[in-house]
């Protein structure tokens, strides 16, 4: 079976023998199950279904060895999703590397809360502020056939992925990517404005597992002291991209409602709304442009 520490042996394992001893060696990870699991999928190239018919049948030793290196870099804290390339989200998969932050469920509030109110066979055009891998915004564009959408991110790496992932979901004509510092160098109005900036104060780093924080750019996790730095730009900044009757989201840290929505008050925004996410926690600020006429 599947070695520990340092060793490495390839004695003769069926797939469900050799998924049992990555279980054990992950004792460390919350997801251990299917962390094993899933990393055996992706060295046979099979679903979980497969894997379960199949898993008698023996690894071959480059198999064996593939799946080893997988259990070794999962110890070392990598994610799942890291090591495979790949991250679940709303439903589509989406390439990921270490220089995009891993889309999470907690963003899948975000994009219920923009369909919700967006009309499918209206022509909007969607800004995404910070994109990363580009899922939120693909994510919408997937779902509402007549959008079309702007990506910006300070991050040429993190534009090549998303450009990577519109080729991937074959929607690549609706979907453009530029770098840009925020607002620097956008040109509205947009209908819509979606973003999920950093938003963790710098202090908060040691509270982060090594899943996080090893593992995703720090650009997209920490936000000043407080956590509210990217939103002061945000806010200063909204007025300049947002239709006279467009609507901008923006996913929020635990407890950060009230701070989030003063900055954007004070921006001139008073049509404020909150979407809790399924633990019950505010997670995406909902802005309204309500002001009159629009303008700043």
Known sequence: MLCSGTERCFAVVTREQAVRAGVKRLVNSPSAARDARDLMCWVLGVDAARLVMDGHEVLSADEAARYEAAIVRRERAEPVSKIIG??????????????????????????????????????????????????????????LPEATGLGVDASD???????????????????????????????????????????????????????????????????????????????????????????????????????VARLFSGAGFDDLTFRRDIAGIQRCLIVRNARDGGGD
């Open 86 to 143: 790949i991250r679940q989200f709303y439903g589509l998969e989406f390439a990921v590397t270490p220089d995009v932050l891993d889309p999470r469920p907690d963003t899948e509030t975000m994009i219920d809360a923009v369909l919700e109110i967006a009309q499918e066979d209206r022509p909007l055009r969607i800004l995404d502020l910070g994109t990363g891998s580009g899922c939120i915004l693909l994510t919408l564009l997937h779902h």
């Open 157 to 259: 790496k993190a534009l090549e992925i998303a450009r990577k992932n519109a080729q991937r979901l074959q929607i690549e004509k609706k979907a453009r990517f530029e770098r840009s510092d925020w607002f620097e160098k956008v040109d509205g109005p947009f209908d819509l404005v979606v973003c999920n900036p950093p938003y963790i104060a710098e202090y908060e780093a040691d509270d982060l597992s090594d899943d996080v924080l090893k593992w995703d750019p720090a650009s997209a996790l920490f936000s000043g002291v407080d956590g509210l730095s990217a939103f002061r730009v945000l806010s200063s900044g909204l007025s300049k991209a947002l239709s006279e009757t467009g609507t901008a989201f923006f996913e929020i840290g635990s407890g950060q409602g009230e701070a």
